[in-house]
């Protein structure tokens, strides 16, 4: 079965760092682009980052360019976000997802969506 597992999130001041995971297994990673979401309390799910199949390309939410970073190993079924510079307006939970098919953002396919792990960035 496809499954995704996030780690990584925690507690940290504004101005930190944080590194998030996300494993992969039950398909084959390389064949997928995948993406990052959040979802702050009382506000919508909102894309974050996306990486393409072997990740030649990626995209980013303005909100975030220059401060996160996306990456993936795929002989680890593993992607990343890296988030420097944290805000409170980070603080959510954060979800990766993988892509199939159509935009990149909230209106593409996203079939498969692991559990969350919570960010939480105090000022």
């Known amino acids: 079965q496809v499954q995704l597992v996030e780690s990584g999130g925690g507690l940290v001041q504004a101005g930190g760092s944080l590194r998030l995971s996300c494993a992969a297994s039950?398909?084959?990673?390389?064949?997928?682009?995948m993406g990052w979401f959040r979802q702050a309390p009382g506000k919508e799910r909102e894309f974050v980052s996306f990486i393409s199949w072997i990740g030649g390309s990626t995209y980013y939410t303005d909100s975030v360019k220059g401060r996160f970073s996306i990456s993936r190993d795929n002989a680890k079924n593993t992607v990343y976000l890296q988030m420097n510079n944290l805000k409170p307006e980070d603080t959510a939970v954060y979800y990766c997802?993988?892509?199939?098919?159509?935009?990149?953002?909230?209106?593409?396919?996203?079939?498969?969506w692991g559990q969350g792990t919570q960010v939480t960035v105090s000022s």
């Open positions: 997802a993988r892509h199939n098919g159509g935009s990149y953002r909230e209106g593409g396919r996203y079939v498969y």
């Open positions: 039950g398909y084959t990673f390389s064949s997928y682009a």
